[in-house]
């Protein structure tokens, strides 16, 4: 079996996020960046499909150099190769359309992508890129085993947990659940030391539209400051919550 794991490249959840550029631009000044947490929770159960199945895994990030480092981490936790598209992801169906050639190009049985990056929330790659292959989908998987060609699954619905039956080839989008967080893998000084050597493959991207602009970036409105009430003043409190906060 072979499998695709599609890797995003995303701040750490703990980096000051800033705007540029009259705030239509991320600015990526200082910012640590990882692996996309739901990609992780991917690749994790693609490295179990590797060792108790004997698959091959590749992962696939459509991004400038800047996101090798992210590339060589998931080759260190145990993927075989591992393959760029070079390009700037401008939007999830530029990045769709760019991921279909690799897979096309590269004959895969399973597709691994996190239901969604933590940087945009889009939630749109997983299923463009199904609409594009014509390829079986599963969203919000937490579970999947694969016997053959016939492809278990469980996926999260609202209120409850849903299982399914299907096919590959098989995109799926992932999440938490895939595997626990417990089962993620830290790469080892072996795994690092052995990454160095595997294929890194730089794919140059195919001709693709974009077909949404980022116009501006915002951030929340900072918290306002705490304001206390004393039993004293309950009648100021029940006023403020009915003509301030407006929830009574």
């Known amino acids: 079996m072979k499998i695709l794991v599609c890797i995003s490249h995303v ?11 009259g705030d239509t631009e991320f600015d990526t000044a200082g910012v640590q960046f990882v692996i996309n947490p739901n990609d992780e929770f991917g690749l994790t159960r693609a490295i179990w499909f590797q060792e108790q199945q004997g698959a091959t895994v ?18 260190a936790i145990g993927a075989n190769e591992a393959i760029r598209v070079n390009a700037k992801p401008t939007d999830g169906f530029f990045v769709a359309q760019q991921l279909a050639e690799v897979v096309k190009s590269g004959g895969y049985d399973l597709v691994i992508c996190g239901k969604e990056s933590l940087d945009y929330n889009g ?5 463009m890129l199904a609409g594009i292959l014509g390829h079986n989908f599963l969203n919000s998987c937490i579970s999947l085993t694969v016997d053959g ?17 299907t096919s590959l080839p098989l995109i799926i989008g992932g999440q938490k659940g895939l595997v626990e967080e417990k089962d993620l893998r830290i790469p080892n000084m072996r795994g690092i030391m052995t990454a160095r050597t595997k294929a890194l493959t730089t794919l140059e991207p195919v001709s693709a539209d974009s077909k949404t602009k980022s116009v501006k970036f915002e951030k929340p409105a900072p918290k306002s ?15 403020s919550l009915h003509n301030e906060a407006k929830v009574i």
Not at 11 to 21: G, M
Not at 123 to 127: H, I
Not at 225 to 239: F, G, P, Q
């Open 225 to 239: 400051a705490v304001k206390m009430y004393t039993v004293d003043t309950l009648d100021e409190l029940v006023s």
């Open 58 to 75: 590749t992962v696939v990030n459509v991004g400038t150099p800047d996101t090798e480092p992210t590339l060589r981490k998931a080759l």
């Open 149 to 165: 060609n016939n492809v278990k699954a469980v996926r999260e619905i609202d209120g409850g947990k849903e299982t399914v039956s």
């Open 123 to 127: 939630g749109m790659v997983p299923g």
């Open 11 to 21: 701040p750490d959840t703990t980096s000051k996020i800033n705007f540029a550029n």
